[in-house]
């Protein structure tokens, strides 16, 4: 059985630097150096010349907690995780959402719009030179902060840690996807089956055109004999959506089929003194061979340059004595092996 299927990657938030005019020489050279290096890629560097800004700052009565943020973003695209890890917490904890408002105004001689601390912005309002006062506030970064912190916490198998942080997340943010993708997750990774079904029922309630989460589904499903057609039906449901999926056509196939090693075993040790036995488990083991035909085929057809499918669907003919297909099936084989030297 492939392993489920729930890569999460980190993303990157927009990028947002305001250059405050009261800062000193120093405060400056450290803003310029931290976004060179952050502009240039070079994250390692960024992260701590970040923090640095945000302790210069800090140090005259300043707590601006967006240069944390940029800190933490920084150490997370730098993969040092334990350091991103203790910044997003922290700025979780605070309840720090990264919201900020601008003050602008327009220069009625120029038309230019110009952008101003709030005291400047109040006195200008008395001068006639200006119109067009306005505020605007950024976006919230939290829901960024915990979908990353989760994300983190995961990639550091840290899951119950995560969960944590999930639930708290989804009780500011109920209907953040992502949060419920890696809800999802980290009942997976923490071995909560139960859980984890349910999460997939109910992202499937309101996306059913998920593919992954059919087939993660049906593979859960395929662990329990109760649940076995119903994992049939997920993984149905699977292609549907995504008619070349490669892992749900080949658990359809194996989840007919069976443990058929443990099958073989049972045939094997039954021949010599239970031969009445040995016969219906082969007939048995014929008829799963059987029912998994046609999802095999349909593997095959839909990705007939697979060797996986090839194989798969020529021990089939195997089992079921379908000579021309088997002679079909290895002529393929070979072609495509030659293609791989």
Do not use: C
């Not at 240069?67 to 993969?79: E, F, I, V």
């Not at 989760?150 to 840290?158: E, F, G, I, V």
């Not at 840690?161 to 209907?175: D, F, R």
């Not at 990705?303 to 090839?310: F, H, M, R, V």
């Amino acid at each position: 059985m492939k392993k489920l299927i729930l890569g999460i990657a980190i993303v990157a938030s927009a990028f947002v630097f305001g250059q405050k005019g009261d800062v000193n020489a120093k405060l400056q050279e450290v803003n310029k150096a931290a976004m060179d290096a952050y502009n240039a890629k070079n994250y390692t560097v960024a992260a701590p010349k970040f923090l640095e800004v945000y302790n210069l700052l800090k140090t005259s009565g300043q707590d601006d907690k967006i240069y944390m943020y940029y800190a933490g973003l920084s150490y997370a695209l730098a993969n040092n995780t334990d350091e991103s890890i203790k910044i997003y917490t922290d700025l979780v904890n605070s309840g720090f959402t990264g919201v900020q408002t601008t003050y602008t105004a327009k220069e009625k001689k120029s038309g230019q719009v110009v952008n101003l601390d709030k005291a400047t912005w109040e006195l200008m309002k008395k001068n006639s030179d200006y119109s067009d006062f306005k505020t605007e506030q950024t976006a919230s970064v939290e829901p960024d902060l915990y979908e990353t912190l989760s994300t983190l916490l995961l990639n550091a198998k840290k899951s119950n840690e995560a969960l944590v942080i999930i639930e708290k997340g989804l009780a500011k943010y109920p209907n953040n996807a992502k949060l419920k993708e890696a809800q999802a997750t980290a009942y997976y990774d923490s071995g909560n089956t139960e859980k984890f079904i349910g999460a997939l029922k109910e992202q499937l309630t309101k996306n059913p055109t998920d593919a992954t989460n059919w087939y993660n589904l049906g593979v859960m499903q395929s662990k329990t004999p109760a649940t076995v057609e119903d994992a049939i039906a997920s993984f149905k449901k699977a292609i549907e959506v995504k008619p070349n999926f490669d892992n749900a056509h080949q658990n359809i196939v194996y989840t007919v089929i069976g443990d058929d090693s443990k099958i073989v075993d049972q045939i094997n040790a039954a021949r010599k003194d239970k031969p009445d036995e040995a016969t219906k488990l082969i007939d048995a083991r014929k008829e799963r061979f059987t029912k998994a035909l046609p999802y095999a085929e349909a593997w095959y057809k839909a990705s007939p340059e697979n060797l996986d499918a090839i194989s798969t669907l020529k021990d089939i003919y195997v089992v079921t004595k379908n000579m021309d297909k088997i002679k079909e099936l290895k002529a393929k084989e070979a072609e495509l092996k030659a293609k791989v030297k």
